[in-house]
Every structure is written in structure tokens, then in C-alpha cells.
């Protein structure tokens, strides 16, 4: 087992390589109400307080968390109870704005079962749910307790739901540790998922970024932007695509994307580019988009929360393990770009 500290509003450690059920244990104790909130779809047996919602990014709706408050009035969950999210990186998203919302604020953990919960939505307290006009609009700070890290809920998932999980993991090697890279250099997808040393030594890793970076900015004022590589573009994609595809692989796209951006704004090496389309091609990963989408997708961008003063900003890299803001481009420069990544 390894442990992550994070220390951002409050201090938790993430427990990477535990038993859920076992660890657990440690944070009902003393609560007079436990409530599990979990995928409709997520077949597991416990004695908790269920509440269950519907897969994927539909279980991100206003209409979705009003129900969800109403039961919880109607379970009488107060201050001293305890919400217990299991699920993938929608329902942490979901699980942490209801225990943000309710009372204005209650005590959550976070139980990932996907490797994109793993590593990105159960690590640094946003929540949200989606709106008409975007994703994750709607949104508060609110960090969990504890997050337990399983490592068998990775048995479970089919190799694209990996393949999603690992962009993320990517997107850390790219922006502070590069070491990712390395180790992922000539792996396929089903060396990923069948290497459960691999495995931990990645989430680890790509943890331990997330961490350092939200302990030192947990509001996103600057610092914590350079997470959001690749996602500008990629959640223009996924909404799009109606969340045909996942976000990994939507991400995956948008680090493409704007890596080209790098190459045309800042001189990333030709070689890091290419570096991007060679890893993520070996997991599996889309890397290329609707050339006759880009009108849209630029709409759709010029909505995203990172947009200042009517300017979209991107983070960018300048070099390995060296990230910039991108902003101030002119349309026909990321028309270039996106050129670049279109089919």
C-alpha cells in the first residue's frame, strides 16, 4: 500500500493498494447515518443507506441531484453522517456536490472504481454536475476525508474503460513526471491492464502530481490550471460527441491538439509532439477529430470556465515537464492547430 498526503481546505490521505471494505471501517465509526451513492449500473452488496444514480454523465443533472436532496431529507442525514461515494469519476463528481450542497457541507470519501476516478475526479475536492450550456459548470471546492484506492476495481473494467483512465495518467507524465512516459514507453494497453505493479507505480505517480499541485492551489487561482492540459479542447469534444466519448478519450484528443497549439505558439520539439500521438496510440487512444467540427467545438470553448476577458486559454508545454498559458490566439492560429489533429 502507498499513501499521498493532501492538504488543500482540510488534510486527507489517499490510500493507494488498500481494501475498500477493509478501510472503511475507519471512517463510519461514530456516524449515525452512512449513505452510499453509486452507479445504477454498480452491482456490490452492502448494509449502507443506498442511493442510486443513473450511469455516466446522465447522473450529473440538476434533476438527478434534486432527487438525490430530497432523499436525503427524507433520510434525515445531518451534519455528523457521512456520504460514501463508489463509483467512476462521474459519480465522484456527483457524490462530492451533494455532500458540498447538503447542509452546506457534509463529510464524503471517495471510492474510485475506475482508473480515472483513481487519478483525476476523487483527488482535489471539485464537484460538479453538467448544464445545457456545458460540463461541469455548476460546481463547488469540497474535499473528501479519505480517498480508498482499490486496486481490483481495475479487474472489472474492460480495456477501453483503462484506456480512459490511463490519458489522465499521461497528461501527468507531460505537465511534472515525465518518468510516466517512461514507463510507458512500448506498453500496450493490455500490458496496463495486466501488470498490477505497473499499475500501482502509475497511479502512484500520477497522484502524487495531482496532490503537490492542489495542496499548493486548491482553488485553481493559477497554479492547478496546468491540470487541465488537454481538457480546454477535450470537453468541447465531449459534449460534441453527447459523451459518445469518455473523457480520457476526449482528453486524449485535446493533449493532441494542444501540443500542435505548443509547437505553433511556444516551439515544442517536433519529437514531444510526436511523443503524444506514440503513447497514446499505444493505449488505445483516440488522437484526431471531425475536421467539420471545429466551428462548433470553438463555440462550445468560448463557454469553458478558463475563458478571460473573451479570450479561450490553453495550458501548453513548452517542454517536457513545462508547462505555459496559451491565450490571446487568433482563430486562424488554432484552426492550424486543430488542422493538425482532424480527419
Request: net charge negative.
Amino acid at each position: 500500500m502507498r499513501t499521498v498526503p493532501v492538504n488543500a481546505e482540510r488534510s486527507y490521505q489517499v490510500e493507494i493498494g488498500v481494501d475498500w471494505q477493509v478501510a472503511i471501517s475507519d471512517w463510519i465509526e461514530g456516524r449515525n447515518k452512512v449513505v452510499l451513492i453509486k452507479s445504477e449500473k454498480l452491482n456490490i452488496k452492502t448494509d449502507y443507506l443506498t442511493i442510486e444514480i443513473p450511469d455516466g454523465e446522465a447522473g450529473k443533472s440538476a434533476e438527478v441531484l434534486l432527487a438525490t436532496w430530497e432523499k436525503l431529507g427524507k433520510l434525515g442525514v445531518n451534519r455528523q453522517d457521512l456520504i460514501i461515494s463508489i463509483g467512476g469519476g462521474t459519480v465522484t463528481d456527483f457524490a462530492g456536490f451533494v455532500a458540498a450542497t447538503w447542509l452546506r457541507g457534509i463529510d464524503w470519501v471517495a471510492i474510485p472504481t475506475t482508473l480515472a476516478g483513481m487519478v483525476d475526479a476523487s483527488i482535489g475536492g471539485k464537484t460538479g454536475i453538467n448544464s445545457e450550456a456545458g460540463k461541469n459548470l455548476i460546481g463547488a471546492f469540497h474535499s473528501p476525508t479519505a480517498v480508498l484506492i482499490d486496486l481490483n476495481w481495475i479487474k472489472t473494467l474492460t480495456e477501453r474503460d483503462v484506456a480512459a483512465g490511463m490519458a489522465e495518467v499521461v497528461k501527468c507524465g507531460f505537465i511534472a513526471d515525465s518518468k510516466i512516459l517512461e514507463l510507458l514507453e512500448n506498453k500496450s494497453i493490455k500490458d496496463v491492464c495486466n501488470d498490477s505493479e505497473l499499475q500501482l507505480e502509475l497511479i502512484h505517480r500520477a497522484v502524487s502530481v495531482k496532490a503537490e499541485v492542489v495542496s499548493e492551489d486548491f482553488k485553481e487561482s493559477y497554479l492547478r490550471e496546468i491540470l487541465n492540459y488537454g481538457h480546454t479542447l477535450g470537453h468541447a469534444i465531449e459534449k460534441h460527441s453527447n459523451y459518445q466519448l469518455r473523457h480520457g478519450e476526449a482528453v486524449a484528443i485535446g493533449m493532441c491538439f494542444v501540443a500542435e497549439l505548443s509547437a505553433i505558439t511556444s516551439g515544442l520539439k517536433a519529437e514531444i509532439v510526436d511523443l503524444h500521438y506514440r503513447i497514446l496510440t499505444s493505449l488505445k487512444l483516440p488522437t484526431n477529430y471531425d475536421a467539420n467540427a471545429w466551428t462548433e467545438l470553438l463555440q462550445i470553448m468560448s463557454l469553458d470556465k478558463k475563458v478571460k476577458q473573451g479570450s479561450i486559454r490553453f495550458v501548453g508545454l513548452e517542454d517536457l515537464e513545462k508547462c505555459n498559458r496559451i491565450e490571446s490566439v487568433s482563430n486562424e492560429v488554432l484552426l492550424r492547430a486543430y488542422e493538425r489533429i482532424s480527419k
